[in-house]
């Protein structure tokens, strides 16, 4: 898959960074030496926890060479390592392992999350956020343009589910908070709306795809969008964004 473009990443930063915001006002956690950002992406989540704990270390982990150049150049003052979060291990127990916007693209979470928590300390934090948005409009028409046209099914695989969330995170030995929250963002226009997804959910579906089919594809996307998501009496566009929020401490 072609790089990720941390430019078109950031034209939505306030509505991206606000969800990694409200995870972390989550995490009751004061005495915290050492967090991993599983996911940093530009840096963004990562400026958020180094300005709550900036004593301590912190390391930003990320497999996109793009993002990892843009969050070394916006701090600095913290540890940035190129890595698949599914294979990332740790010489030390951590305090903290955050993941915002990261883990639903990555496979297995039955085997992925108990293994995260065996990187935490006892009273470790796992803090996790994931776009909960399969069935969305959004993502529904990805798939019915993919398969309208004849191109192969490329998106993620459904999340396990809050009911299987909670199982296997007590299993792991952790206190478990979780609930999902809807986003509605402001969209000024359809095209806004596939600017969105560009950055993030739609990369998967374009990536093989040679410019001419790109834009076959982009152009029935959106006219698709433009029947399910109507125009509001100012002109904007209520995008629904469902994400799901878990905080597991570690008790054993």
Known sequence: MADWNPSLYLQYETERSRPAAELLNRVALESVRSVVDLG?????????????????????????????????????????????????????????????????????HYELLPNLVSLLGRNGVLAVQMPDNRLEPTHVLMREVAYEQGFPDRGRA????????????????????????????????????????SSTGLRPWLQDLRESEQHQYLARYHELLQEQYPLQENGKILLAFPRLFIVARRNS
Do not use: K
């Open 40 to 108: 940093c992406g530009p840096g963004n989540s990562t400026a958020l926890l180094h300005q709550r704990w900036p004593s301590a270390v912190i390391t930003g982990v990320d497999s996109s060479p793009a993002m990892l150049n843009e969050a070394r150049n916006a701090l600095p003052q913290c540890h940035f390592i190129e890595a698949d979060i599914s294979q990332f291990q740790t010489e030390h127990p951590v305090d903290l392992l955050y993941a915002n916007a990261s883990l639903q693209w990555v496979p297995d």
């Open 158 to 197: 459904p999340l396990p589910g809050v009911h299987a969330y909670y199982d296997l995170l007590t299993e792991a030995g952790c206190e478990v908070d979780i609930w999902r929250t809807t986003y509605h963002h402001i969209m000024d226009s359809h095209q806004a709306i596939i600017d969105w997804v």
